[in-house]
């Protein structure tokens, strides 16, 4: 039983970590970045990088955020800026996007699966029975996460800029924040995001060039019933991660892999903002 309620806890940070990135933008951008998996995908190849060259395996997840942060700095320049006033364009395009970065890592890299060893190893003994100390850590890492996402979007100029961009984009041009730079800078931050999450989930599975895409669908369903809400976003992981970990150990773990998705949609089928206010 504490096993299960660890289980249901940590499966809900990781969701956390991996959705926050996409929630970013959909709340400014007003699209879903379906690049996202492929974003994850280059942070898990980049942890892989950093751990061949035997360098600390802890410095993967700034590298893998760099180097997500820098791919993000380009789609949102070349591709997606241009497609603002085209949403259903720009979603198109980064799906295709996210295909791209796919083939080109199986390019560099091959078909193969590969495994990233851990930053940490061992067990911690709860309540008598022993977890891995490193899913553990991801919890601190998610609430960590949190926190600093709240902290810039209500302690900083830029995050008053961002607050105000979400509500009424036209307003706030007409107030003289430049909604580009903030559209640029969204964007740029929630791909360092997805690339961390990718870096951070690879010790748990393994890497390889297509392992992006089912953690995108259940950010996908997550975010939909979220809105643009952070708190909202912690409460779907752990109510709808929380059915998927009961699904997957007491009745299947092919029906707990679709679990979120089912869920998500009944749940905007009853009520249209999901776990969202209002």
Known sequence: MTAQLLDIVTSAAILYAVAAGLLLVFGVLKIINFAHGGLMTLGGYAALVITELGVNP?????????AGGLAGMLIERVVV????????????????????????????????????????????DILGEGYSLYRLVLVVVAVALGLALSLLLTGTRLGLDTRAVIMNEELARG???DSVRV?????????????MAGALITPLSSVDPSMGVPWLVNAFMLVLVSGASLVSLGIACLVLGGAQVLVSSLVSPVL????????????LRIRHQGFARG
């Open 58 to 66: 802890w410095l993967a997840i700034p590298a893998a955020a760099l």
């Open 81 to 124: 800026r241009p497609l603002y006033t085209r949403p259903l364009d720009a979603i198109l395009a980064t799906w295709g996007l996210g295909i791209i970065i796919g083939q080109l890592i199986t390019l560099g890299f091959g078909r193969g699966v590969q495994f990233v060893r851990a930053p940490l190893s061992g067990t911690l």
């Open 175 to 177: 107030l003289g924040i």
């Open 183 to 195: 559209r640029f800078i969204t964007f740029t931050l929630g791909s360092g995001l997805a690339a």
């Open 256 to 267: 707990g892999g679709i679990t979120i998705a089912v869920l998500a949609a009944v749940l």
